[in-house]
């Protein structure tokens, strides 16, 4: 069934888990990003939007859908800049702050979607939204942090300020998609070819080349560009125009926990009493800040 044809509780709900299925592709970063090899971040960044831009634009003139990437000026300055930006300011971050501080600083993204979208038309921000994102940030703190603490040193402030501008980039994007929805989300696809695009000449003036060497690397590589620098766009843009917005930054947070067990797994880390509390407070968080969509009684029959 299409989301036109659905009531709009059922719109909610169904956007909401579509756009929690981003967060699950996210969580693949940490894994592939780690099987792709030495390749340089604004190189891998030019092949993942590449092949992720290109393979939706190849999918829209299949389905006869071109004309959804015809949009004003204003809107691919949007989109492209949200892509890009988010990236080109992480990457800064990490290169001119400890990764440990920078990562940190970014993760106040899913807090500052939850705080921006009591801005949008027709939500509310409610006390349960405030207390599962706020425990949700102290997990993935423990996680970065590993529980040792951060000391934050003014010769790092270019990579700090680099870090907020990241976190303020995404979340700014993720918040103002909403006041777009009659954008269409097939417009995505244009805005990964931009990024794409200005990642070339990012790698161009700053990195040496290094290509994936091997089939695994070069796989990493296309599960990247599939999922979660591809489709994960795709469907997120989905959820933070139709669906809950609240419980998408909240349940972000998982995306960190998500990847760390990952990692895990693949015998990339331990799992330690620090993880399992992380696990705790983020499953907790996302479980409070959803308390309204978890609790919902279905409307009477006849309605």
Not at 22 to 31: C, D, E, K, Q
Not at 59 to 88: D, E, Y
């Amino acid at each position: 069934m299409s989301l036109q044809a659905m009531s709009p509780p059922a719109v909610r709900l169904r956007a909401t888990l579509i756009g929690l299925s981003a967060i699950g592709m996210w969580a693949t970063l940490g894994v592939f990003g780690a099987g792709s090899g030495a390749v340089p971040p604004f190189l891998l960044n030019a092949l993942c939007f590449g092949l992720s831009g290109t393979l939706a634009v190849l999918w829209l003139a299949a389905r006869g859908r071109l004309s959804a990437l015809r949009q004003p000026p204003a809107v691919w300055l949007f989109g492209t800049a949200g892509l890009f930006g988010f990236h080109f300011f992480y990457f800064t971050a990490i290169r001119n702050a400890p990764p440990v501080d920078a990562n940190l600083i970014n993760y106040t993204w899913p807090l500052l979607i939850v705080v921006f979208s009591a801005l949008l038309p027709g939500e509310r921000l409610r006390l349960h939204h405030v207390v599962g994102t706020l425990l949700g940030l102290a997990g993935a703190a423990l996680l970065v942090t590993r529980g040792q603490g951060l000391a934050f040193d003014p010769a790092y402030a270019l990579g700090y300020g680099a870090a907020v501008a990241s976190s303020l980039f995404w979340s700014s994007y993720s918040v103002l998609s909403r006041r777009l929805g009659s954008v269409a989300t097939e417009a995505v696809a244009g805005f990964c070819l931009g990024t794409a695009a200005l990642s070339v000449l990012c790698h161009l003036a700053l990195e040496d080349t290094v290509w994936p060497s091997g089939a695994t690397e070069w796989g990493c590589v296309a599960a990247l560009g599939l999922f979660p620098v591809g489709l994960a766009f795709f469907t997120w843009d989905i959820g933070v125009k139709r669906g809950d917005i609240q419980v998408l930054g909240a349940a972000a947070y998982s995306a960190p926990l998500l990847s760390t067990l990952l990692l895990i797994a693949f015998g990339f880390g331990a799992f330690t009493a620090a993880v399992a509390l992380a696990c705790l407070l983020i499953t907790a968080g996302a479980v409070v800040a959803a308390k309204d969509m978890i609790l919902r009684r279905p409307a009477p029959a006849g309605t």
